[in-house]
Structures are given as structure tokens and as C-alpha cells.
């Protein structure tokens, strides 16, 4: 039981380059969430999925896509990169949206836009 | 062994009435202390604490960090229905890692 998994660990951009971030959760939870985490601002969400098929946007979802591939897997795509998108990436998982308590993070992707 | 106490657990009070939500913690690694917000589904970031005694502000909403006695506290003024939720206090450790408490549902009637 792996948890959340995130791939890569560490990236690093060049302003219009794209890439896509996987996180992938083999705890059968029905939600998942990105978020990204920038100095002195916490945690906000970008996207969240609170089941499979379905996305939302959160707070910060500008210049994000996602895809809820299937039911364990759960991409944030970047289509050009911009240095303001330089940030530490959590995904996470939960059971359901009444549990979020027992929410799961990733170990996160450290993302530069040089 | 990590962890992050909150109290009360929940409170009901009427609209207009002050409230202090407390969060206590155990400090590993400490990086900062996050305060969010939960109403239907995922939480809203409200405040990010790292250093003792500086108070954070945000309308009627207030937060201020003890790193001596390792504890939050989270103040809102003035309350309204709106600010029905659950308040979630949350440590932030060296790597990253994240420690809930489990939360004050907030109930503010009319």
C-alpha cells in the first residue's frame, strides 16, 4: 500500500514548455485534489475530483488542466508554463468529501519556471 | 507521536457573537501552522503561521501562533451563518508533511 504517489519529485521548466504532473492513490478513495503550495500562502487548491469522472475547479485553477483518468489516477497538466507557476505540487486523496480528516498527501513535485 | 488538538470539537453560538477555536500541537520538524476552512467540500486556505506573536488578519477573521507553549488560536469577531464550517488547524513539518487536528464545526444560527 504505496499511499499517494507523485511523479517527478523535481522539475524544472522553461517559460511555454508543458508537462504533466501524475499522482496516482491505491487507497480506493473517491476524491482527489491538487494543490499547490507557494511561501507564505498555505495550500490552495487547483483542481479537485471528487469522483471518478468529474472535476472541479478550486481556488487557483487559472493555466491548469486535469484529467481523472480512472479512479487511482488524477493529472494536472500545465500547457505553458509561466515562471508564476513555480511552486511545490501536492496531490491528495480522501475517502469522500465528508472525511477530509483523513486526508492523504503526496510527497509533492517541486516545480521551477525559469 | 505527531499531533494536532483541537477544541472545542463544536460550538453553537447565535450571529454577532465572538468566537476563540484553539489548536494545540506537538512540534517535530516544525515548519508552520495553517489554518483552513471546510464548508461542502475541499477546505479554503485562511492562514499560514510561522513565527510567535505576530497576528494574522483577515476581515472579522484573526490568527496568532505561541511557538513557546505550542499553540494557535483563531478568533473570529462579529460572526455570521456564513461562517458555519469546520475549522481545520493544521502542522506543517520540514518536509512537507501535514498534520490535521480534527477539526471545530462552527455553527452560527440566526
Known amino acids: 500500500n504505496a499511499g499517494v504517489t507523485q511523479t517527478p519529485k523535481f522539475q524544472v521548466l522553461k517559460t511555454g514548455q508543458s508537462m504533466t504532473l501524475q499522482c496516482a492513490q491505491d487507497m480506493n478513495h473517491n476524491s482527489m485534489y491538487w494543490y499547490r503550495q507557494d511561501p507564505g500562502m498555505g495550500l490552495r487548491l487547483i483542481y479537485y475530483?471528487?469522483?471518478?469522472?468529474?472535476?472541479d475547479k478550486g481556488e487557483v485553477p487559472n493555466g491548469y488542466n486535469v484529467s481523472r483518468l480512472n479512479k487511482r489516477e488524477f493529472s494536472l497538466r500545465l500547457e505553458s508554463a509561466a515562471p508564476s507557476q513555480t511552486s511545490v505540487y501536492f496531490c491528495a486523496s480522501i475517502k469522500d468529501s465528508s472525511s477530509y480528516n483523513e486526508q492523504f498527501f503526496g510527497p509533492g513535485t517541486r516545480l521551477t519556471v525559469l | 507521536e505527531d499531533k494536532v488538538v483541537q477544541s472545542p470539537l463544536s460550538l453553537v453560538v447565535h450571529e454577532g457573537d465572538t468566537v476563540t477555536l484553539n489548536c494545540s500541537y506537538e512540534?517535530?520538524?516544525?515548519?508552520?501552522l495553517l489554518w483552513y476552512k471546510q464548508e461542502k467540500k475541499a477546505p479554503t486556505f485562511l492562514f499560514m503561521l510561522?513565527?510567535?506573536?505576530i497576528e494574522k488578519k483577515s476581515g472579522r477573521l484573526s490568527s496568532i501562533l505561541d511557538k513557546k507553549e505550542l499553540f494557535s488560536i483563531l478568533n473570529i469577531t462579529a460572526t455570521q451563518t456564513g461562517d458555519s464550517a469546520i475549522y481545520l488547524c493544521?502542522?506543517?513539518?520540514?518536509?512537507?508533511?501535514?498534520?490535521f487536528g480534527s477539526g471545530t464545526r462552527l455553527l452560527v444560527r440566526p
Open positions: 512540534v517535530t520538524n516544525f515548519r508552520s
Open positions: 475530483s471528487a469522483s471518478e469522472g468529474t472535476t
Open positions: 510561522t513565527s510567535s506573536g
Open positions: 493544521v502542522r506543517m513539518d520540514s518536509s512537507y508533511k501535514l498534520i
